[in-house]
């Protein structure tokens, strides 16, 4: 613990905010307070238990008053100090709040030194943070720690070695879940007109900036390479807001001219060529063996006469044209795609339109190295799968052939085996007559029905009804006992205490089978002192179990 | 194999394929004699016979050595022999029976051991599995078919791979087992044989009353099933016998090529001929068989 264990100031010691209070000299230390008045003999001397103390007031700095610090006891009483200054008033409430704090921790204190007495483990901190809140989290967790590591039976490592996959967790490499783009096409910037003065404003948010990087490769790299070289970021979107509202207006002719002006703002209206790539390369890579005649003609965004054009006119121009117009159905279909593919970077997290435009760059490097490999995979594997099945040689698997010997042998061994003696034949009736005897039995047996043919009555009335009634009753009382309804189990039909504890010992038995059989084979003392400790608390468990539960057992039967 | 609904002759026709157990050594010690309980179970036989004109009744007899057909409702030889007291049918059943015993008394050499000797459960099983498939390949018109088991002799441990198949293969064809077992103890393979292919295991409780209890219980056909309640057991003995021994096993080795079950560690499984692992070298294992070992002393 950092800071100092103990705490030695000046104060005055009072009963109440009125008293002048005694003088004297206040030490604090982890288990209690002491003060200690200048006048030996004035009997204010305290002395106060850390444990015994609630909570803390004091005044702040500031404020007109004295420096004091008030300390609430568990009784109601409290204790009043006056310091000489804030300085010291401030040393002492931080002391104080760290002790009550750790003392207000108590209940994990146990758990916490637990876990940390640990002597073959080196853990970090963090790892120990995450063991003390995984045992809050989960009570169930917490209990059967208390029972076993608590009671000794196990150590603090064996019971984690078994649950090893809730320790891997490491919370700060756990990605918060990103807000994605919206389905609304906001990079669709509408400017407000002010009819006045003729201006048309448009507004952009980084959020629209990221969407119109994600959508538009072509400006995204524009971006990059015009701004801050050729231009500022300011005329780079006014270029970019002047060729959106070109190309939504129906003046195509304008456009036209525009673009023979202005390079960069030809940019803007061309066609993206950077999709156009992708889009190819998307379909190249499509694999072969499926029955699809996929080829360049599926680019069909780049056809003509596809789609309305942004302006609603349907007629298509000359091909020069072409690279000025984009359609509806291709917005659309791009906005979709960059939604699909989600968000790679958070719009927060850039301060700059540079520094955004350069993440999504990096990303999307990134993306591609992934993607080149895949497919220079996929082009590996496509002779290997279109297998043409005639003109291969047969397929010689390296497996062992599997000898099952011939069953004749099997079963004309049994007859040997049939003499000796099973272990489980519980026949508490001996065979007392040879064999010639039995088979005489049985052949008079046999002999008798025949002669006096079969009895009348066959069987006895009254061995009929009892045995009737028998049967009857032992399947209704099936039905008592199992229940009507299938789901039902035995658990449910017992109180919830008991099924609780029922579940518990359940639980607990569990933890201790599963540490004791992976302990075998027993190769190590530790290993055999593991398993001996394990015993011994599988057989405390019977005599629990038949203390609480064999009177209920008995009544339920 | 087709499945048996699409042979449905009518709901409630049944053929019951009897497998009665003839074992001298057990009927000898028994406190049901052998001809009361013959008794109970020809009249059970004519009281099926009655509830369905189209009924079928096939009898295998389970003997000490062998096993054979020693009756079947359906032949047309049934001749009527020796005075008229009693039905064609227990007449005939009565002298073939008495012929098999004959038969096997002569196949048969060696003294038991002492304790009961078992009946050969798994022969006579297999031989009405074959009879109901041959029922099954006669045409689109027959009876439901069901096996009842009337077995008094305890399980041969040395039986439990083929009544297992038999079993298997019973469920495959959807052929109901029934079980009553009359002897003093629990029979393990009856009540899995039952619970395994949905049929009837009963243990009654009093032998006298045997003819209530088939009737009641063991006579109803397969279409009424649906609707009555009959007992259920409230618990099956699921254990297996070993393959080396024969012994009955909780816990065990199996191998996993050919799932063959085995009490203790063997290098080669003697079935398929697959060769183990290195095995970790254990000085006190303690023992998988015997369960009311403790398994640690020391």
Redo the contacts between chains.
């Keep these: 613990m950092s800071g100092a264990a103990q705490v030695t100031k000046r104060a005055k010691y009072k009963i109440s905010v009125k008293d002048p209070g005694t003088p004297g000299a206040l030490r604090m230390n982890d288990q209690k307070l002491m003060f200690m008045p200048d006048n030996r003999n004035s009997g204010a001397k305290l002395v106060v238990e850390f444990k015994s103390i609630q909570g803390h007031k004091y005044t702040k700095e500031g404020s007109n008053k004295p420096p004091l610090i008030n300390l609430a006891n568990a009784q109601g009483g409290s204790y009043i100090f006056e310091f000489d200054s804030y300085a010291d008033l401030h040393v002492c409430r931080d002391f104080v709040s760290k002790v009550l704090e750790k003392s207000k921790e108590t209940p994990n204190a146990a758990l916490e030194k637990s876990a940390v007495k640990l002597p073959d483990e080196q853990l970090s901190e963090e790892e120990m943070q995450l063991r003390i809140k995984l045992l809050q989290e989960n009570s169930e967790l917490q209990k059967l720690h208390r029972q076993f590591v608590g009671g000794n039976i196990l150590t603090e490592a064996e019971f984690w070695a078994a649950r090893k996959k809730l320790l891997d967790i490491d919370p700060s490499k756990k990605s918060k879940q990103r807000v994605g783009f919206k389905s609304a096409m906001i990079s669709d910037i509408r400017p407000a007109t002010d009819g006045r003065t003729n201006k048309v404003t448009f507004s952009l948010t980084p959020e629209i900036i990221l969407q119109i990087f994600a959508e538009k490769p072509a400006v995204h790299r524009a971006f990059l390479n015009f701004v801050p070289n050729k231009m500022t970021e300011m005329e780079f979107w006014t270029k970019y807001c002047r060729a959106e509202y070109l190309s939504r207006t129906k003046n195509y002719h304008a456009v036209v001219a525009e673009a023979a002006e202005d390079e960069e703002l030809a940019v803007f209206l061309k066609e993206d060529d950077i999709l156009a790539n992708e889009v190819r390369k998307k379909i190249r890579r499509v694999d072969p063996t499926l029955d699809m005649e996929a080829d360049e003609g599926d680019d069909y965004t780049h056809l003509p006469d596809h789609g309305i054009f942004r302006d609603g006119t349907k007629e298509s121009n000359e091909l020069q044209s072409e690279h000025y117009r984009r359609t509806l159905l291709q917005d659309l279909n791009r906005h979709a795609a960059v939604v699909l593919e989600g968000r790679t970077i958070d719009v927060e997290r850039e301060d700059s339109t540079r520094a955004l435009a350069e993440a999504l760059a990096r990303s999307k490097r990134g993306n591609e190295g992934a993607d080149n490999n895949a497919n220079e995979e996929r082009l590996d594997r496509t002779p290997r799968v279109a297998e043409i099945e005639d003109l291969q040689a047969p397929h010689c698997l390296p497996l062992a052939p599997l000898s099952i010997k011939d069953a004749r042998e099997y079963f004309d061994s049994q007859q040997a085996n049939t003499l000796k003696a099973s272990r489980d034949s519980q026949a508490s009736m001996k065979c007392s007559l040879s064999r010639q005897e039995a088979y005489g039995s049985v052949r008079d047996a046999i002999s008798e029905i025949k002669d006096m043919g079969l009895s009348d009555p066959i069987v006895n009335p009254e061995v009929a009804l009892k045995v009737y009634s028998g049967l009857t009753h032992n399947i209704s009382s099936i039905k008592y006992h199992l229940g009507k309804n299938p789901r039902e189990t035995v658990l449910d039909r017992l109180p919830s205490a008991t099924k609780e504890k029922l579940l518990y010992h359940w639980m607990s038995i569990q933890e201790l089978l599963k540490h004791f059989w992976s302990s075998y084979p027993i190769t190590t003392p530790y290993l055999y002192s593991k398993v001996n400790r394990l015993k011994d608390a599988l057989s405390n468990i019977y005599p629990q179990l038949e203390v609480y539960f064999w009177p209920e057992f008995t009544a339920f039967a | 194999m087709a499945s048996a609904p699409s042979k449905l002759y009518s709901d409630d026709v049944s053929l019951v394929v009897v497998l009665l157990d003839?074992n001298?050594?057990?009927?000898?010690?028994?406190s049901l004699?052998?001809?009361?309980f013959?008794?109970?179970v020809?009249?059970f036989f004519n009281a099926i016979l009655t509830l369905n004109q189209l009924n079928q009744v096939v009898v295998i007899a389970t003997g000490y050595n062998s096993c054979d057909y020693v009756y079947d409702s359906s032949s047309t030889g049934n001749q009527s022999v020796?005075n008229g007291?009693?039905p064609s049918l227990?007449?005939t059943l009565?002298q073939n029976?008495?012929e098999f015993?004959?038969k096997?008394?002569q196949l048969?050499k060696?003294?038991?051991?002492?304790?009961?000797?078992c009946s050969l459960l798994s022969g006579s099983l297999s031989m009405a599995l074959c009879y109901i498939q041959r029922v099954f390949r006669s045409g689109l018109l027959h009876p439901q078919p069901r096996i009842l088991c009337l077995q008094g002799s305890?399980?041969?441990?040395?039986q439990y791979?083929?009544i297992m198949n038999a079993i298997f293969s019973a469920q495959r064809s959807m052929v109901p087992i029934d079980s009553c077992y009359l002897g003093?103890?629990n029979s393990a393979f009856l009540q899995q044989a039952s619970y395994i292919t949905g049929g009837v295991h009963h243990k009654?409780?009093?032998l006298?009353?045997?003819?209530?209890?088939l009737l009641?219980?063991f006579g109803t056909d397969l279409h009424s099933r649906n609707f009555l309640?009959?007992?259920?057991p409230?618990g099956v003995d699921f254990r297996a016998s070993c393959f080396c021994?024969?012994?009955?096993i909780d816990m065990g080795y199996i191998c996993s090529?050919?799932l063959s079950i085995y009490c203790k560690h063997l290098k080669k499984c003697?079935?398929?001929?697959s060769v183990f692992g290195q095995a970790?070298?254990?000085s006190?294992?303690p023992s998988a068989?015997?369960r009311k070992r403790k398994t640690?002393d020391a």
């Excluded at chain 2, 004699?33 to 009361?36: A, R």
């Design positions: 003839t001298p050594f057990f009927w000898s010690s028994s004699s052998f001809s009361q013959l008794t109970h020809l009249a020796g007291r009693m227990c007449a009565l029976l008495e015993m004959n096997d008394e048969g060696q003294e038991p051991e002492g304790r009961i000797a305890p399980d041969g441990p040395e791979v083929a003093a103890q009654p409780q009093q006298d009353g045997l003819f209530q209890y009641t219980i309640q009959l007992p259920k409230v021994h024969k012994n009955t090529v050919c003697s079935t398929c001929g970790q070298t254990q006190d294992e068989t015997n640690t």
